[in-house]
């Protein structure tokens, strides 16, 4: 069974500090990787995407990949309160039908 | 960006009963679409792959017969949680994906059966 699993939680950082967020990946074959964003009662929203190698950064966030290690992070850096959240990360697997395997969430809390 | 637009956001209805819930992709078609429910502080777990034209696939452990799903064109998904109990009270949520934002989220729908 395909499994995403990240770290534990929940993760409080004081505001403007560096949040670290981990991910890993059972399926080798895995070529598009998500964090989403979720708030209590709502439904998740897309922060980054990620398919290389490598880092990718949006803004304050930066998505990191290595395939090798099938591992997958997101670090949000000057954190905000509205940065508290659930995190999710999302793995896609290599079906046609591109099927969304997530974590279990991370919950980060950003206090002022 | 990429809209999908989900209702009810809210429904409460009496045991026994069926509950339909619509999920529209509004600027893009959507041949696939994806059914989610989320219990209290757990994860998005698929439920199943609603295809337009052709019937659902079901993930291991979801009774089809319970939750049908119908796929009539290429921007409208339903599912319809029939003769529904208390357990089935979650959040569910549906997807589609479009071509150039990847998976797109409907708004979720909170079903209370009381």
């Known amino acids: 069974q395909k499994e995403v699993e990240q770290n534990s939680g929940p993760l409080s950082v004081p505001e403007g500090a560096i949040a670290s967020l981990n991910c890993t990946y059972s399926?080798?074959?895995?070529?598009?990787f998500f964090w989403y964003r979720q708030y209590s009662g709502k439904s998740p929203e897309l922060i980054m995407s990620i398919y290389s190698n490598g880092d990718k950064e949006d803004g304050r966030f930066t998505a990191q990949l290595n395939k090798a290690s099938q591992y997958v992070s997101l670090l949000i850096r000057d954190s905000q309160p509205s940065d508290s959240a659930t995190y999710l990360c999302?793995?896609?697997?290599?079906?046609?039908?591109?099927?969304?395997?997530f974590g279990q969430g991370t919950i980060l809390t950003v206090h002022p | 960006g990429a809209v999908v637009s989900q209702h009810p956001s809210r429904v409460i209805c009496k045991s026994g009963t069926s509950v339909k819930i619509e999920c529209r992709s509004l600027d893009f078609q959507a041949t696939t679409m994806f059914w989610y429910r989320q219990f209290p502080k757990q994860s998005l777990m698929l439920m199943a792959t609603?295809?337009?034209?052709?019937?659902?696939?079901?993930e291991q452990g979801v009774e089809k017969d319970k939750f049908l799903i119908n796929h009539a064109s290429l921007t409208l998904s339903t599912l319809t949680v029939t003769s529904a109990h208390p357990e089935d009270s979650s959040f569910y949520i549906c997807?589609?994906?479009?071509?150039?934002?990847?998976?797109?989220f409907g708004s979720g729908t909170r079903l209370t059966v009381v």
């Open positions: 999302a793995v896609l697997d290599g079906t046609s039908y591109g099927k969304l395997t």
């Open positions: 609603s295809n337009e034209g052709s019937k659902a696939t079901y």
């Open positions: 997807s589609a994906r479009d071509p150039h934002y990847g998976y797109t």
């Open positions: 399926d080798r074959g895995s070529q598009s």
